[in-house]
């Protein structure tokens, strides 16, 4: 009878060790939040002035689209879980180019101000994380030479360089330390300019991101 009870006491507690083994397994790859520091990526503004101007490139600067061409960015984020599976993140990060087009003797540089938040959908949750995501991006261009630089302004809120649109994605993370992980990611931007003279059908003018990160959990 004593070997009874201490064969099932052995085997409860063997179950109950698996079953914590088991949960930390799980859960070594689980950090509830983190930031993007750097993330290093491409802002895709003039490649879509070509769809715009329907495969031709822009003239003069009454041609609609961005005229200005693509440029690199870099910035930061920062994440937090909502469950295993479901992300919150935040991004901002800043590019730098210069006019396609201009009416001086030569091109003006122009920066951006990229700002968005929203959601991360992870496939799986250990160390190959395939995502797709769902983000509000906000744009601001900033001529750098002169405020009359021949960049777009938006009707929408009163001829301003201010741009706010939905930004859908697709990337992959793989996690190579319990608390470290790069990113890729890439997604499409509707930037809403109702009424007004640039984009497509005068309803959007779309761009496009490429970026790469180092993640940091904690």
């Known amino acids: 009878m004593r070997s009874l ?25 689980f950090r509830n939040q983190g930031i993007q520091l750097p993330n290093a990526g491409w802002l895709g503004l003039s490649t879509w002035d ?27 984020g920062y994440f937090f879980a909502v469950g295993y599976n ?22 003006e540089p122009v920066l951006t101000l990229a700002i968005s938040s ?6 799986l949750d250990e160390r190959h994380r395939p995502f797709v995501a ?3 991006q906000y744009l601001q261009l900033i001529a750098l030479a002169s405020s009359t630089a021949e960049i777009p302004g938006n009707e929408f809120l009163g001829n301003t ?11 992959y993370e793989y996690i190579f330390g ?18 007004g003279q ?15 990160s180092y993640n940091i959990y904690f």
């Open 161 to 171: 360089p201010f741009f706010i649109g939905l930004r859908p994605g697709v990337g």
């Open 198 to 212: 640039r984009g497509i059908g005068s309803l959007f003018l779309p761009a496009s991101i490429a970026r790469v």
């Open 5 to 29: 009870v201490g064969g099932q006491v052995c085997g409860a507690a063997l179950v109950v060790a698996a079953l914590c083994a088991s949960g930390s397994a799980h859960a070594q790859y």
């Open 134 to 136: 769902a983000h509000i």
């Open 86 to 107: 479901l992300w919150i993140d935040s991004q901002a990060s800043i590019g730098a180019s210069t006019t396609t087009v201009s009416s001086s003797a030569s091109a």
């Open 118 to 123: 929203g959601l991360r959908y992870n496939f």
């Open 178 to 195: 319990d608390e470290m992980s790069v990113q890729a990611e890439l997604g499409i931007i509707g930037f809403l300019v109702p009424d």
């Open 50 to 76: 070509y769809v715009i101007n329907g495969g031709q490139a822009a003239t003069d600067i009454e041609d609609d689209g961005w005229n200005i061409w693509d440029q690199p960015t870099l910035g930061a």
